[in-house]
């Protein structure tokens, strides 16, 4: 039998409808997701470039919905800010940094954000490296901040980053515990096998000429000598008088081989390579992951080819 509905009783309920609909409208109502279905109830993240983001998504795991500023073969050090960067600093409940002066553009980037976000320094507790050579390096000082390059050191960012993740979300504790000691049993294992590497390149041989001062760290760790042109920023240019002394080293000390960088111009290094005679022992990853098509799409990955790279052109 079909319920008769007569003109009030519809009115009525018309009128009912309608001031549920105002309702969700209003300021104060709660309001429809803006995020996927997938990032829902996951803790925003934002890690400020390529590397720094693969060790933050090792630890995180499917917990984080994460983002990077500064993406594969990016260079962070002459990074401009979009407004859709501001965007991301603003959407973020954490934002970790690698400090020691890489980012000097994050606090500009942090107030145009307007964000109240947590601000973490994955680099903390790090023993600090001292640019060689004098260059001024970032901010005017000379502090190195590529501490990554020595996996101890990317240990102690991995640690940092577990108890940032804990500090925000407490919830996820035995979940980020869990993946942290996972990763740092791979990057012991990683370490292990850089050490026994070098130790395979006869010792006269642990010389190369790279593009930037980016591996100060590696060479404190692990023994081999990276003399540069350029200072640990890559918004430096290498002087005629750096030039000139570098070609006269290569020549004097007979040092094998000349490396270039995915995130600088090959050029300098190539007419090194041209005036010493000294050859082009490839491509070493120093700021910067590849995309997932690329040699170096993880931190590990980093790691293993460029000592590689290096174990190919100094082995002989």
């Known amino acids: 039998m079909t319920a008769v509905?007569?003109?009030?009783?519809?009115?009525?309920?018309?009128?009912?409808?309608?001031?549920?609909?105002?309702?969700?409208l209003l300021p104060g109502a709660a309001p429809a997701p803006a995020q996927p279905a997938s990032a829902a109830g996951k803790l925003k993240v934002l890690a400020s470039f390529s590397i720094l983001g693969d060790l933050v998504r090792n630890v995180g795991g499917d917990r984080l919905d994460l983002a990077t500023l500064v993406g594969p073969n990016s260079d962070a050090h002459v990074y401009?800010?979009?407004?859709?960067?501001?965007?991301?600093?603003?959407?973020?409940?954490?934002?970790?940094?690698?400090?020691?002066?890489?980012?000097?553009?994050?606090?500009?980037?942090?107030?145009?954000s307007g964000g109240q976000a947590t601000m973490v320094i994955a680099s903390k507790g790090v023993r600090q490296r001292r640019s060689a050579g004098g260059h001024a390096g970032h901010d005017?000082?000379?502090?190195?901040?590529h501490a990554w390059q020595s996996v101890p050191n990317a240990e102690i960012y991995v640690a940092n980053i577990r108890d940032a993740l804990i500090a925000v979300d407490p919830s996820g504790r035995d979940a980020y515990a869990g993946n942290a000691a996972a990763y740092l049993a791979r990057l012991d294992a990683l370490d292990r096998e850089l050490v026994a590497a070098v130790a395979?390149?006869?010792?006269?041989?642990?010389?190369?000429?790279?593009?930037?001062?980016?591996?100060?760290?590696?060479q404190?760790?692990?023994?081999?000598?990276?003399?540069?042109?350029?200072?640990?920023?890559?918004?430096?240019e290498a002087s005629a008088r750096d030039v000139?002394?570098?070609?006269?080293?290569?020549?004097?000390?007979?040092?094998p081989a000349?490396?270039?960088?995915?995130?600088?111009?090959?050029?300098?290094m190539q007419r090194i390579a041209h005036e010493t005679g000294?050859?082009?022992?490839?491509?070493?990853?120093?700021?910067?992951?590849?995309?997932?098509?690329?040699?170096?799409?993880?931190?590990?990955d980093l790691m293993r080819h460029n000592m590689r790279t290096l174990s190919a052109a100094l082995g002989s």
């Open 244 to 255: 000139a002394r570098i070609i006269t080293q290569i020549r004097k000390e007979k040092i």
């Open 140 to 145: 005017g000082g000379q502090v190195d901040p």
């Open 278 to 300: 000294a050859r082009i022992g490839g491509k070493l990853y120093s700021d910067a992951l590849t995309d997932g098509r690329g040699e170096a799409p993880t931190y590990i």
């Open 80 to 112: 401009a800010a979009a407004p859709a960067d501001a965007k991301k600093v603003a959407e973020a409940r954490l934002v970790i940094l690698n400090g020691l002066g890489f980012e000097g553009w994050m606090e500009r980037l942090v107030k145009a």
């Open 220 to 236: 404190e760790r692990y023994g081999i000598e990276f003399v540069a042109p350029q200072g640990v920023s890559t918004e430096s």
């Open 258 to 268: 000349v490396f270039m960088e995915n995130i600088t111009d090959p050029r300098l």
């Open 200 to 218: 395979a390149i006869p010792a006269d041989r642990r010389r190369i000429i790279s593009s930037h001062d980016a591996f100060g760290y590696f």
């Open 5 to 24: 509905v007569s003109p009030a009783m519809a009115a009525a309920r018309r009128r009912i409808l309608a001031a549920a609909l105002c309702f969700t």
